[in-house]
DNA sequence: CATAATTTTTAACTTGGGTTAATGCCTAAA
DNA sequence: TTTAGGCATTAACCCAAGTTAAAAATTATG
């Protein structure tokens, strides 16, 4: 696997402590992070201090601000650590411009962005068309782990709910 | 533009009326179309007959599901030309098995999926982070002759809400 | 072990959007 | 110009989730 042998020959392990931030909304950020070990939450925290969850990363995972690559806005998430954490970190564009020149390395790419892409549209089509409580039971069903890695007011900002709503889901779906 | 050319030499022009549909959830089409003019919609129909509109396609856009390309389950939502529509329709895998061997059409696959990326993810942001008026508010702002375009029941239907909501949202936000 | 801090639950009250149904508006066809 | 069908608005009522605050449970820490 071309892709997993350039992130590692080329990138640089960093390690984190639980509760750090490796980095923030609005910061210039264009590089890409394996995660090796450890769980971190990329989320948006509102003006009013409310936080939404964007996603939860796990060994394997890949994350990186598209935004903050493509433009000039910066990141519009904030990446944490949950627990001290290992990461590789590479700049994107090294990989971009060696994708350049290299076909197999490319096509790993493309598998990756397809696979992203559906990812994202799976998400999409759960705020579009499930109500909280169906993406509560949608959630429980996919990655039951899941719940066992962090807490439960997370989970409800993950589900873009509050965490007395997730409680009173709950509660509802085990009287059933 | 090598995608463009390619699209050109490889596709075949395919014409629909106003109301037909190019596929429908369950479907296995595993083409892509190139919108050269007309307006369509990917919608989600739900069993209780609600619809929700996963994105509406104007020229020079690109659509097919990834779904269906990536698994043996079919499509997961609707394509149907809101107008009399001529789109160019290419077979997915002989686009992908193009790129395998040619380096310049491989980046301008991986530029298109992050732009794509890009695009998902700021429509994840607005259901995560933003209130229903607040995403039509978004709308207006970045697309408003969208509203040009397509029926104001399809433009709720877009946002996640019911058509009467959306009456009221209106009334409101012109009532500040 | 005790206590502080955090997380989860519960309760009371508010609210935005869903539902249903009636009404008014357009536009297209006859 | 009528009439029929679809679209948008309005009204009345309902309900799930938000908000605020307090209590209970769990977890961390000295």
Redesign the interface.
């Known amino acids: 696997m071309k892709l997993k042998a350039f992130l590692n020959d080329y990138g640089r392990r960093v390690t984190y402590e639980r509760g750090e931030h490796v980095f923030h909304q609005g910061d210039l950020d264009c590089f890409l992070y394996v995660i090796e070990c450890g769980v971190l939450k990329a989320y948006?925290g509102?003006s009013d201090g409310k936080e939404?969850?964007?996603s939860f990363l796990l060994r394997g995972d890949i994350i990186g601000s598209?935004?903050s690559?493509?433009t000039t806005d910066g990141c519009?998430f904030n990446l944490v650590c949950l627990d001290d954490c290992s990461l590789l970190k590479i700049e994107f564009d090294v990989l971009y411009k060696k994708?350049?020149?290299d076909?197999e390395l490319?096509?790993e790419?493309?598998d990756f962005?397809?696979?992203?892409?559906?990812k994202?549209?799976t998400?999409?089509?759960e705020?579009?068309?499930l109500s909280p409580e169906e993406r509560y039971l949608e959630l429980l069903k996919k990655t039951p782990h899941l719940f066992d890695l962090v807490s439960q007011n997370e989970i409800a900002h993950y589900l873009?709910i509050t965490p007395v709503g997730l409680s009173r889901i709950k509660k509802r779906v085990q009287s059933k």
């Open positions: 948006y509102a939404r969850v964007k598209l935004k690559i493509l519009r994708s350049r020149d076909l490319s096509h790419i493309i962005l397809i696979e992203f892409g559906l994202k549209e998400r999409e089509y705020f579009l068309c873009g």
